[in-house]
């Protein structure tokens, strides 16, 4: 198993920027592919971004691409996702999930990682 903790949510003003971190715990980090997913009030959990463990392919959600990189450092057991030109629709939780074995660019439903932190809030104000 491991265990995932997100942090740096917060309050900004459109146009801003924020770094989220979602820090593990447990079994190897390495071993498995982080992804970010966003859940605003009244809608469903939607990906925005993965990164795997080997290789270290990225791959984004069609709306976040240009503004949002994903990224990890192994030896922290840590991944970020840097988010730029914030927008208010990008208001919602922010989660952190985990999945072992192959992660491909059609991987973006929630039920295809088994692992969850417990979410972060980002809301943009404008």
């Known amino acids: 198993q491991v265990q995932l903790v997100e942090s740096g949510g917060g309050l900004v003003q459109t146009g801003g920027s924020l770094r989220l971190s979602c820090a593990a715990s447990g079994r190897t980090f390495s071993d498995y592919n982080i992804a970010w997913f966003r859940q605003a009030p009244g809608k469903e959990r939607a990906f925005v971004a993965a990164i795997t463990w080997v290789n270290i392919n990225r791959y984004y959600e069609d709306s976040v691409k240009g503004r949002i990189t994903i990224s990890r450092n192994n030896a922290k057991n840590t991944v970020y996702l840097q988010m730029n030109s914030l927008k208010p629709e990008d208001t919602a939780v922010y989660y952190c999930?985990?999945?072992?074995?192959?992660?491909?660019?059609?991987?973006?439903?929630?039920?295809?990682?088994?692992?969850w932190g417990q979410g972060t809030q980002v809301t943009v104000s404008s």
């Open positions: 999930a985990a999945r072992g074995g192959v992660l491909r660019p059609t991987m973006t439903s929630a039920y295809e990682y088994n692992y």
